[in-house]
């Protein structure tokens, strides 16, 4: 995949590459809508430690690959919505149900241990400008407007207070990690088909530009650092990263390069202690905690991180990149690009799970990237799925459904009416519990479900061609609706609209029996509005069972049989009941709604009924089960 990253960068390029273009398939070019901004950072960084501060230095490289001319460019200063008042602060103290790890902590920091980035000095060329800084944005406006197909060189120096850790980054978390460095730096936004991307930090998920990050940070001697990037240096370095003995004195110059990241993160503490692990891949592992006897739990973990390092790849794409360190920091686990951040002092369990997950992220979040603003069921969603999938294996548990627990709290979520449609924005849920089960839970649900419709082959298959088709290219829901149709020659128009734009949910119900002395006559009922297609199982006396597959008229098909199913005639969602005749009338039969347990249906009381022949019976739910 670094082949394609590489290529898929170089497309934006098209105007000199035009004639190679041509030669190139179609599919390892798709972007939508066909274009996308290119940024290069080079940074120099001095930390000053005692004082939690810090004073940046970067050069950047920005290319309008976009139709539009720009005349100004805007960038994330992050580190300033710890401070009394800002949006995250209100927002925090407003909210029905705020994060507990934010609280009314930001209102009540003081002055030393708020966050700001303050801009000092910004040149374009060589040509001075104007910085605008207001809350978490700031406007670079360009002396002379950037016209599509050109590039600009900026230079910014600023300053910086790092926060006490509240919210992700910060100096000293709650378990002793001096320095959580992420969002900390002037990150410009991202510019795409929907216009800029500016959204006031308030707490959660990000967005941004693809490019290289090359970045030296001087540090006292005593701090290992852990980071986004392969470290250039090691041997000057020492702290584990190579045989070389650590300097005792004086600062370190850590100097990392990323490609094709969008996004730089690093930690930073005196007692990191560091480990790797050398995948047969090729990929390099490192583990960075701190030297704690109660960490027994990171001793075990880098074995099972290479495991779900490989079963990632495997069940989805090639990992791209060098490297990937899982760093003890922050306040959960929050992922960067070729790194997480997670919280340390955790059981075995609880540490694997946060890190599949973290990691899982570097496939939504690193790789394909869709704005997980606007679309965050598509990062936290997928990730949660293919975490589940592989936890399942990894433990030996829910082997069932693997999926249970997401189902589980999107149906509690449903049932006590608390639900926000998915497209809502990330910051703009009325509540965090909404936000939450929805992106995470409701996200994992709607691609497990889609097995209802199109099987699970062509599920597993459309994610990995989902994958191929739309690394490094910000992919959005028409996109992934159409890899999934595409692989199953299905319509999913209905099952997208619903899922997304409305709190419609799924619950079929068998709503009357009848059993004649030749036949059985079953009547199902649409109770829950979103229509899927019915799988229904008889099973007889004897242990037989006969399958029934229903589809809905909307999706123009059908997902692939199992060997023995029965294909009934569709089920039109105009209609609220559907009769299934079947020529058989035996004693001490079973009826099933759903066996494999694929729909979030949100009674299942109502699913199974167990009847006697020879008798006319009549069965409502609520009754017998
Ligand atoms: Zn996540």
Redesign the pocket.
């Known amino acids: 995949m670094a082949n394609l990253a590489a290529a898929m960068k170089a497309s934006i390029y098209h105007h000199i590459l035009f004639l190679v273009i041509v030669f190139v398939p179609c599919t390892g070019w798709a972007q939508y809508p066909g274009w996308q901004q290119a940024i290069d950072y080079t940074m120099d960084i001095t930390v000053d430690a005692p004082q939690h501060q810090y004073s940046g230095s970067m050069d950047v490289t920005y290319v309008n690959n976009s139709p539009d001319v720009l005349a100004r460019i805007p960038f994330h200063l992050f580190f300033n919505a710890f401070q009394p008042e800002s949006m995250m602060d209100v927002r925090s103290r407003n909210i029905a149900d705020p994060d507990r790890r934010v609280g009314d902590r930001i209102a009540g920091l003081p002055e030393d241990e708020q966050g700001w980035i303050t801009v000092s000095r910004a040149t374009v060329g060589k040509t001075e400008a104007a910085f605008d800084a207001s809350g978490t944005i700031g406007w670079l406006t360009l002396p002379k407007a950037l016209a599509p197909g050109k590039k600009v060189k900026i230079h910014l120096d600023w300053d910086a207070q790092v926060p006490r850790q509240v919210r992700r980054s910060g100096w000293m978390n709650a378990q002793g990690v001096e320095f959580s460095m992420t969002q900390w730096y002037p990150k410009v936004c991202e510019y795409d088909h929907h216009g800029w991307h500016t959204n006031p930090y308030i707490g959660r998920e990000f967005h941004g530009v693809w490019g290289d990050f090359d970045v030296t940070i001087h540090m006292d001697a005593a701090y290992m650092i852990g980071g986004t990037g392969a470290l250039q240096n090691p041997e000057e370095c020492g702290h584990g990263y190579s045989d070389a003995t650590t300097p005792t004195s004086g600062n370190i110059d850590w100097h990392f390069v990323a490609e094709d990241v969008h996004d730089f993160a690093w930690a930073a503490d005196p007692d990191f202690v560091h480990k790797v692990l050398e995948m047969e891949s090729g990929t390099t592992l490192h583990f960075i905690h701190q030297a704690d006897t109660s960490y027994g739990a990171w001793e075990e973990l880098p074995a099972i991180a290479g495991r779900a390092l490989e079963y990632y790849s495997e069940h989805v794409g090639a990992y791209p990149w060098p490297q990937y360190t899982v760093i003890e920091g922050g306040d959960g ?1 929050m ?1 960067y690009p070729m790194c997480t951040l997670v919280r340390g002092n955790r059981n075995l369990r609880s540490l694997v799970g946060v890190t599949a ?2 990691m899982a ?1 570097a496939w939504f ?1 690193g790789i394909l990237a869709t704005n997980e603003s606007l679309h965050e069921w598509m ?2 969603g997928f ?2 799925w293919i975490e589940s999938e592989f936890l399942a294996k990894e433990f030996n548990e829910s082997k069932d459904q693997p999926h249970y627990w997401a189902y589980g709290g999107y149906l509690n979520l449903v049932r006590d009416g608390g639900e926000e449609p998915l497209s809502t924005h990330a910051d703009h849920y009325v509540t965090n519990r909404a936000y939450g089960t929805g992106a ?1 839970s409701k996200g994992e649900v709607l691609l497990n479900q889609l097995a209802a419709i199109i099987g699970e082959s062509a599920r597993n298959a459309g994610i990995k061609r989902y994958f191929d088709e739309w690394s490094f290219s910000h992919p959005g829901p028409v996109d992934f609706k159409r890899v999934m149709e595409r692989e199953s020659g299905l319509e999913l128009d209905t099952y997208f609209q619903y899922m997304l734009n409305s709190t419609h949910h799924v619950d079929v119900a068998l709503s009357a029996v009848r059993i004649t002395s030749d036949s059985t006559y079953i009547e199902l009922e649409r109770i829950g509005k979103l229509p899927l297609p019915v799988d229904l199982r008889i099973t007889t006396a004897d242990g037989r069972t006969l399958d029934h597959h229903i589809p809905q008229v909307v999706t123009q098909g059908h997902r692939p049989l199992e060997d023995g199913e029965q294909l009934m005639a569709p089920w039109p969602w105009t209609h609220p009941t559907y009769t299934v005749a079947l020529p058989i009338s035996e004693p001490g039969c079973t009826v099933e709604i759903d066996p494999r347990r694929w729909t979030a249906d949100a009674d299942r009381s109502n699913n199974k009924v167990s009847f006697s022949t020879g008798l006319i019976q009549e069965w409502k739910s609520g009754g017998e089960q």
């Open positions: 686990g992922e997950h973290e992220h979040q990062d936290e990730t949660s995470y």
